[in-house]
């Protein structure tokens, strides 16, 4: 694989030939992406499902097989909310219910094509069970730290796939610091928080919804953030539509979190002073239960440089948005039920069309009303 475009930020070093490391070897930065995405529809393969119709912007090598279990092609649904049309793409619909597949799809494809047989990753349980399912798929040996507490559903979905479990006690950020204590002992951690070859899988949601919506892009579109790669992703691909000429204006992109665990939130509304106000508290929302945002400053970047903002939501109005989503025929798990609130705040001063992301099934957390 030619990774010549991927280099640490702190350093500038490129990422290495082979292995596969989650951060920089020398001065232990993060790695990411040098140059934008080049989107090119002329590039486009049509006969390629899912994902894979726009290969030409992952910046993996034509000769690499791809593993994949169909991701991508999730519908794009209008219905309304407080008074406006609205449409929510169905990210839930994927192979294992939630967004992380059209990531687990390049990351797994990368590890494969550098031939690493065994793996470790964190995951509050999406990630973990995409992972396993794109690992199984490989012929990969997985194995998943995750909170004692994540939902039972996602914990037997994971060993399902026949990935090895380790419950970690305290909060996610300790399931982290376990993770990388062992991956720092050279066990290789292909960290989805870390390592940026998912971003250009998250991006291609941008160019369906921008397909989906008639060739013309969104007005704002709306994101459950945790570690904010979807975020990321959605943002790079619209930058990519727009330096190709397909659309003239990015859309204000209005990034949501629970506001138990807030940080990205507490920076945006009172700068990083505010996070002493913030908690790294238990939530409904567990896919974004994040205390320390790998890509935290690229998150407030790209929300910045779209004209969007940051909103938090009660854990009262999760449950409400799970129940006013289920009557619109939308069965979706609590974190994606954020958006409910997220556009109840600020739906007024949205620019139209408004898109919602939802990013993972209901079937995978159910909860009481």
């Given at each position: 694989m030619n990774n010549s475009h991927i280099n640490c930020t702190n350093c500038g070093r490129d990422y290495p030939a082979i292995g596969s490391p989650y951060r920089c070897v020398v001065c232990g930065g993060i790695y990411d992406f040098q140059d934008p995405i080049i989107?090119?529809?002329k590039n486009i393969d049509q006969l390629q499902p899912g994902i894979w119709k726009y290969r030409h912007t992952f910046n993996i090598d034509d000769d690499v097989s791809a593993v994949s279990l169909g991701e991508g092609d999730t519908p794009l649904i209008w219905t309304k909310f407080f008074g406006y049309d609205v449409a929510v793409k169905c990210e839930h619909l994927n192979p294992t219910g939630s967004f992380k597949d059209r990531g687990s799809s390049l990351i797994v494809t990368t590890l494969k094509s550098r031939n690493i047989k065994k793996y470790i990753e964190d995951s509050s349980g999406n990630a973990g069970a995409s992972l396993a399912a794109y690992s199984a798929r490989a012929g990969i040996n997985?194995?998943?730290f995750i909170p004692e507490n994540a939902s039972g559903i996602k914990r037997k979905q994971i060993e399902a796939y026949g990935a090895n479990l380790f419950p970690v006690?305290?909060?996610r950020?300790?399931?982290s610091d376990a993770t990388k204590k062992l991956a720092d002992s050279g066990v290789i951690y292909a960290s989805h928080a870390y390592l940026p070859f998912n971003i250009p899988g998250y991006a291609t949601v941008a160019y369906e919804i921008y397909e989906q919506m008639g060739n013309k892009p969104p007005g704002t579109?709306?994101?459950?953030v945790g570690q904010g790669g979807l975020l990321i992703g959605v943002a790079r691909g619209f930058a990519a539509l727009k330096k190709a000429g397909w659309i003239t204006k990015d859309p204000s992109i209005v990034g949501v979190q629970a506001r138990a665990c807030a940080p990205l939130w507490s920076?945006?509304?009172?700068g990083i002073d505010a996070l002493r106000f913030a908690t790294d508290g238990t939530t409904l929302a567990e896919g974004v239960r994040v205390w320390q945002p790998i890509r935290g400053d690229s998150v407030l970047k790209e929300i910045g440089s779209s004209s969007g903002k940051l909103v938090a939501v009660d854990?009262?109005?999760?449950?409400?948005?799970?129940?006013e989503f289920a009557r619109h025929g939308f069965y979706i798990e609590p974190t994606s039920a954020l958006a409910w609130s997220a556009l109840k705040q600020c739906v007024d001063d949205c620019e139209e069309p408004i898109v919602v992301i939802l990013t993972g099934s209901g079937l995978k957390q159910q909860i009481d009303y």
């Amino acid at each position: 694989m030619n990774n010549s475009h991927i280099n640490c930020t702190n350093c500038g070093r490129d990422y290495p030939a082979i292995g596969s490391p989650y951060r920089c070897v020398v001065c232990g930065g993060i790695y990411d992406f040098q140059d934008p995405i080049i989107y090119d529809s002329k590039n486009i393969d049509q006969l390629q499902p899912g994902i894979w119709k726009y290969r030409h912007t992952f910046n993996i090598d034509d000769d690499v097989s791809a593993v994949s279990l169909g991701e991508g092609d999730t519908p794009l649904i209008w219905t309304k909310f407080f008074g406006y049309d609205v449409a929510v793409k169905c990210e839930h619909l994927n192979p294992t219910g939630s967004f992380k597949d059209r990531g687990s799809s390049l990351i797994v494809t990368t590890l494969k094509s550098r031939n690493i047989k065994k793996y470790i990753e964190d995951s509050s349980g999406n990630a973990g069970a995409s992972l396993a399912a794109y690992s199984a798929r490989a012929g990969i040996n997985l194995s998943v730290f995750i909170p004692e507490n994540a939902s039972g559903i996602k914990r037997k979905q994971i060993e399902a796939y026949g990935a090895n479990l380790f419950p970690v006690k305290g909060t996610r950020s300790a399931v982290s610091d376990a993770t990388k204590k062992l991956a720092d002992s050279g066990v290789i951690y292909a960290s989805h928080a870390y390592l940026p070859f998912n971003i250009p899988g998250y991006a291609t949601v941008a160019y369906e919804i921008y397909e989906q919506m008639g060739n013309k892009p969104p007005g704002t579109v709306i994101i459950p953030v945790g570690q904010g790669g979807l975020l990321i992703g959605v943002a790079r691909g619209f930058a990519a539509l727009k330096k190709a000429g397909w659309i003239t204006k990015d859309p204000s992109i209005v990034g949501v979190q629970a506001r138990a665990c807030a940080p990205l939130w507490s920076i945006y509304m009172g700068g990083i002073d505010a996070l002493r106000f913030a908690t790294d508290g238990t939530t409904l929302a567990e896919g974004v239960r994040v205390w320390q945002p790998i890509r935290g400053d690229s998150v407030l970047k790209e929300i910045g440089s779209s004209s969007g903002k940051l909103v938090a939501v009660d854990e009262e109005d999760i449950v409400i948005g799970v129940q006013e989503f289920a009557r619109h025929g939308f069965y979706i798990e609590p974190t994606s039920a954020l958006a409910w609130s997220a556009l109840k705040q600020c739906v007024d001063d949205c620019e139209e069309p408004i898109v919602v992301i939802l990013t993972g099934s209901g079937l995978k957390q159910q909860i009481d009303y």
